[in-house]
C-alpha cells in the first residue's frame, strides 16, 4: 500500500459546525406611550418607570437609525438634553456613556438615570429649564419582530459569504442586539466561532471590534476581513 505523505496525513480537517449559523433580522414595530417630559426632574422620573422597550428605543435602535454617522451618537437622550434644554455638560456625560458596557436595558437605565440625578445634585438650576411647546422628550416604546433570513452557515466559508451579502439591519441585531439577548460582553458571530468552529482567535478578534467606531458598513468590511484573514491560514482541501 502506497504511504500517504506526511504532511497531509497531519494536514487539519477545515471545521464544521454541528449547528449552523441562522441569520436573522428584527424589525422594529414603534409604539407612542403619550408619556412625555418637559423638564430634567420629569425625563429622570420617566426614565425609571418606562417600559424597558422605551429605553432599547431611544438608545439601541436610535444608533441603528444613525448608523451612517461616524462617530455615531449614543442615543437621543443626550441629543435633546444639549439641544432642546441647553444643557450641555449633561448632554457630553450622557454621550460618553458606554452602551455595549450594559447587557442588560435595567442597567442602561439605570445609568441614564443616575447620570442626570448626580447632575440635578450638583446644578440645582438645571431643574428650572423647560423645553417649549412641541419640543419635549417624547417617549416612544419598540417592539421586537425578529425574521429569519435566508442565509445560514456551517463553515467559515460560507459564513463569509453570507456575511458579505446579508442586511445591515441583519448585521445589527447579531452584534448589538446580541448583548441584550445573551447576556455576555460579546456578540453571536464571535460566540458561534468559538463555541462551534474552534476558533478562538478569530473570536475573540471580532469581539474586540468597537462597533461605535464605525458605521454598518464599514463593520462589515472589518468583519470580511478578519474572516478571509482567517480563511487565507486554514490549509487547502485536499
Known amino acids: 500500500m502506497e504511504a500517504v505523505p506526511k504532511a497531509v496525513a497531519q ?21 407612542a406611550t403619550g408619556l412625555r417630559a418637559a423638564t430634567l426632574p420629569q425625563l429622570v422620573g420617566l426614565l425609571r418607570t418606562v417600559p424597558e422597550g422605551c429605553i432599547y428605543y431611544h438608545t439601541h435602535y ?14 437621543d437622550v443626550a441629543y435633546w438634553v444639549s439641544e432642546i434644554l441647553g444643557e450641555e455638560p449633561l448632554g457630553e456625560q450622557l454621550v460618553g456613556l458606554d452602551i455595549m458596557e450594559h447587557s442588560t436595558l435595567q442597567s442602561l437605565r439605570e445609568a441614564l438615570a443616575t447620570t442626570i440625578e448626580a447632575y440635578l445634585a450638583r446644578s440645582p438650576t438645571a431643574r428650572l429649564r423647560f423645553a417649549s411647546e412641541g419640543e419635549e ?3 416612544i416604546k419598540a417592539i421586537h419582530v ?6 445560514q452557515a456551517s463553515t467559515l466559508a460560507e459564513f463569509a459569504q453570507a456575511l458579505s451579502q446579508v442586511s445591515l439591519h441583519s448585521l445589527y441585531f447579531h452584534i448589538f442586539d446580541a448583548r441584550l439577548r445573551v447576556g455576555r460582553p460579546s456578540n453571536d458571530f464571535a460566540i458561534w466561532l468559538d463555541e462551534q468552529l474552534g476558533l478562538k482567535g478569530l473570536a475573540e478578534n471580532v469581539a474586540r471590534l468597537d462597533p461605535y467606531a464605525h458605521t454598518l458598513e464599514t463593520l462589515r468590511s472589518l468583519l470580511c476581513a478578519l474572516v478571509r484573514h482567517e480563511l487565507d491560514r486554514q490549509p487547502p482541501h485536499a
Open 146 to 151: 425578529i425574521m429569519p433570513t435566508a442565509y
Open 62 to 75: 436610535f444608533l441603528l437609525s444613525h448608523h451612517y454617522l461616524t462617530p455615531e451618537p449614543t442615543n
Open 11 to 31: 494536514r487539519p480537517p477545515s471545521p464544521e459546525a454541528q449547528v449552523p449559523f441562522r441569520f436573522s433580522r428584527s424589525f422594529i414595530l414603534q409604539e
Open 137 to 139: 422628550f417624547f417617549f
